[in-house]
């Protein structure tokens, strides 16, 4: 009995985390197309490509989480933060096809991104 309970507690906190993964993805895609339209040196076009861009950022991020135990989010992270936000998403547009960043625009793009993570719900990046 006691099983079960914990057994349905898994599940119920799986389907959680990955519908939380999902809000976490349809926030970023809204953000990068926010980020895109207002960061000049930041790219993106075609829907798909912003789709792809989410995804592989959230990859990096948590990879750069696991191995380096730092939190990438731009804002409330200190410099290390935005700055590691910044090279995640410079490299980003090397696995996204329609992705174009510069240097100063994934600059500017982190630091919007961390304007819009301080204003939206949950954690973006």
């Known amino acids: 009995m006691v099983h079960d309970?914990?057994?349905?507690a898994k599940e119920g906190s799986n389907n959680r985390s990955i519908g939380g993964?999902?809000?976490r993805l349809v926030l970023?895609?809204?953000?990068?197309?926010?980020?895109?339209f207002l960061t000049p040196g930041f790219t993106i076009?075609?829907?798909?490509?912003f789709l792809i861009a989410a995804v592989v950022i959230s990859v990096i991020d948590y990879?750069?989480?696991?191995?380096?135990?730092?939190?990438?989010?731009p804002f409330g992270r200190g410099i290390k933060g935005?700055?590691?936000?910044?090279?995640?998403?410079?490299v980003a547009q090397f696995f996204v096809p329609t992705m174009a960043v510069s240097i100063i625009g994934a600059?500017?793009?982190a630091l919007v991104i961390g304007i819009l993570d301080a204003i939206l719900p949950g954690k973006v990046m």
Do not use: R
């Open 5 to 8: 309970k914990e057994h349905s």
């Open 21 to 23: 993964w999902i809000i």
């Open 28 to 36: 970023t895609v809204v953000v990068l197309g926010i980020t895109s």
């Open 45 to 49: 076009t075609g829907m798909w490509s």
């Open 63 to 73: 990879l750069v989480e696991a191995f380096m135990g730092v939190d990438a989010s």
């Open 82 to 90: 935005f700055f590691i936000a910044a090279i995640i998403l410079y």
């Open 107 to 109: 600059i500017l793009a």
